[in-house]
C-alpha cells in the first residue's frame, strides 16, 4: 500500500531531514513571520525557501492529496477522483504520463532525503501518517509537470523530477 500525503488546505512541504527541526510551521515565528506564511507565499507549482539553511520544497499549486512514486521520481496529486481503489489510480499513472504533455517548470537541487508534510504543521507535530520520506537521487533536478485526464479514474496533476 502506497501512503498519501493530506493537506487542511494549504501548500505540502519537502523539508530536508538535517533541518527538520527548524520548521515550526504555523506554531512559531522566525524573524516576524510564521513558517506557513512563508510557504503560502510561493505562488508557482513548484517553489523553494530556505529553512534552516537548506533549501526546502514547495508544491503550492493545489491543496490536493499527494504520492510519490520513487521508480518515476514522480509526486502525483489528485486533483479530483472518480476510482474507489488508490491503486486503479496508480496504476494507471504510467501510461498517462508516457502520453501526457509536459511543461518546464523549475529547477531544485537535491543534497538529501527530505520529508513531505502539510506545511502547516512544525516538525514537532508530525504523527504517524503525516508524512512522506520522499528520496531523490542527489543532484540539480529539472521539474517538469503535465495535467492529465484518466476518465472514469481520475484528473491528475504529476510532477517529474528529471537528474540533469
Not at 506545511?119 to 537521487?137: N, Q
Amino acid at each position: 500500500m502506497i501512503d498519501w500525503v493530506e493537506t487542511e488546505g494549504g501548500p505540502l512541504i519537502g523539508v530536508p531531514e538535517s533541518v527538520l527541526e527548524h520548521w515550526s510551521g504555523v506554531f512559531g515565528a522566525d524573524g516576524g513571520t510564521d513558517d506557513y506564511a512563508r510557504a503560502c507565499a510561493v505562488g508557482e507549482l513548484v517553489g523553494a525557501i530556505d529553512v534552516g539553511g537548506r533549501t526546502a520544497l514547495i508544491l503550492a499549486d493545489e491543496p490536493v492529496d499527494t504520492v510519490f512514486l520513487p521508480e518515476m521520481r514522480m509526486f502525483v496529486r489528485a486533483l479530483s477522483q472518480d476510482a474507489e481503489d488508490d491503486e486503479d489510480v496508480l496504476a494507471a499513472v504510467p501510461e498517462a504520463a508516457a502520453g501526457a504533455r509536459w511543461e518546464w517548470e523549475t529547477e531544485f537541487v537535491v543534497h538529501e532525503p527530505l520529508v513531505l508534510f502539510d506545511s502547516a504543521l512544525g516538525f514537532d507535530r508530525l504523527g504517524a501518517g503525516d508524512w512522506l520520506r520522499v528520496e531523490l537521487p542527489t543532484g540539480r533536478h529539472q521539474v517538469w509537470w503535465a495535467d492529465v485526464e484518466i476518465p472514469e479514474v481520475a484528473e491528475l496533476r504529476l510532477l517529474q523530477f528529471r537528474l540533469e
